[in-house]
């Protein structure tokens, strides 16, 4: 997705769900360097989805700014701040390899 990179996002990964998953077929994962950042590069990523139809993605903890949820049915995206995402560990839980720095 072009405006996580626009937006420097670091550590994008990408998971293929289809066959593992019935509630999407993507997920992916980014990381932003402080709440705002968080909060930024979410707030791009719904008025892209918006602009481009898919206005009704849903989005959960905006407010607080450690970790974004934006679901928009086939790809859900998963925004973190750096220490939520390495607690969290999404990555292990699906059993992908993190990208490279995104333990650091």
């Not at 998971?15 to 705002?36: C, E, P, Q, W, Y």
């Not at 918006?50 to 959960?60: L, N, Q, S, V």
Request: net charge negative; hydrophobic share 40%; charged share 30%.
């Amino acid at each position: 997705m072009g405006v996580l990179e626009d937006d420097k996002a670091e550590d994008i990964l990408s998971i293929d769900l289809r066959g593992k998953s019935s509630v999407t077929d993507f997920m992916m994962i980014a990381s932003g360097r402080s709440h705002r950042h968080v909060g930024a590069i979410a707030d791009h990523v719904l008025r892209k989805l918006k602009e481009t139809g898919m206005g009704k993605a849903r989005a959960e903890g905006l407010e607080a700014g450690d970790w974004v949820l934006i679901d928009a049915g086939d790809v859900v995206l998963h925004i973190f701040r750096p220490e939520v995402r390495t607690f969290y560990n999404l990555e292990r839980m699906w059993s992908v390899e993190p990208p490279q720095g995104a333990d650091s």
